[in-house]
């Protein structure tokens, strides 16, 4: 069965600075999506990015980047120039291609902004 | 466009009793997901609708919980009768019946059992 594994319950950020959330995941499937969502306190869930293992290329959308290493299992979000409006709990997702649509997520990981 | 929407926001009950959670899809939008996600814990897959069909239920913890999608739109989850371990927070999503589908998210019920 997959799993989905972010190791940092919460992290911190300097308004302006970078950071890097990891994501880890275990399958034995070699076609499926991986997603990054956000929560924002008391709102809904938003997609930030999405990536598909058979693309190379790493999926990017404005500040918003991943390391998507496939023979690692790792899909790690890097957000730069992070702003206050970046605080919110991010979720890494894994969905397999063929079969049930279904998200297997990660316990989830804390940013804080700092201002 | 309206996002998917859940109703209530919040709900408390005693153990024993029954609680019904509604979601409202995204209008269009073919497959319906529950999920759950307890406190600190991951979020996790309760059962997927394609239109009204049950097309994996999988994740539904046991017989006290009942999920209907009558006409393929909205969604209700029953839970009859309700335990403490069924406190947590409960997300609906839709999609599109697309290959790259991506799921939007509700914002939720909160469900707190004493």
């Known amino acids: 069965a997959q799993t989905v594994t972010q190791s940092q319950p919460e992290m911190s950020v300097q308004e302006a600075e970078t950071v890097t959330l990891s994501c880890t995941y275990d399958t034995s499937e070699s076609d499926y999506y991986l997603f990054w969502y956000k929560q924002p306190p008391s709102r809904q869930m938003i997609l930030v990015i999405r990536?598909?293992?058979?693309?190379?290329q790493n999926a990017t959308e404005n500040r918003f980047s991943v390391n998507f290493q496939k023979a690692a299992k790792s899909f790690s979000l890097k957000i730069s120039d992070s702003q206050l409006g970046d605080a919110a709990m991010y979720f890494c997702?894994?969905?397999?291609?063929?079969?049930?649509?279904?998200?297997?997520f990660g316990t989830g990981t804390r940013l804080k902004v700092l201002a | 466009e309206a996002g998917v929407t859940q109703f209530p926001s919040h709900s408390v009950i005693e153990k024993g009793q029954t609680v019904t959670l509604r979601c409202d899809p995204i209008?269009?939008?073919?497959?319906l997901y529950w999920y759950r996600r307890v406190m600190g814990k991951e979020i996790k897959f309760l059962l997927h609708f394609v239109k009204e069909s049950k097309q994996d239920e999988s994740g539904m913890p046991n017989n006290r919980f009942l999920a209907e999608r009558t006409g393929g739109t909205y969604s209700t989850l029953k839970v009859q009768p309700a335990e403490l371990e069924d406190s947590g927070v409960y997300f609906c999503a839709s999609s599109q019946w697309d290959r790259g589908e991506t799921q939007y998210f509700g914002p939720g019920t909160r469900l707190l059992v004493l």
């Open positions: 997702a894994y969905r397999s291609v063929p079969g049930t649509y279904k998200y297997i």
């Open positions: 209008s269009g939008h073919d497959n």
């Open positions: 990536q598909e293992a058979y693309k190379q």
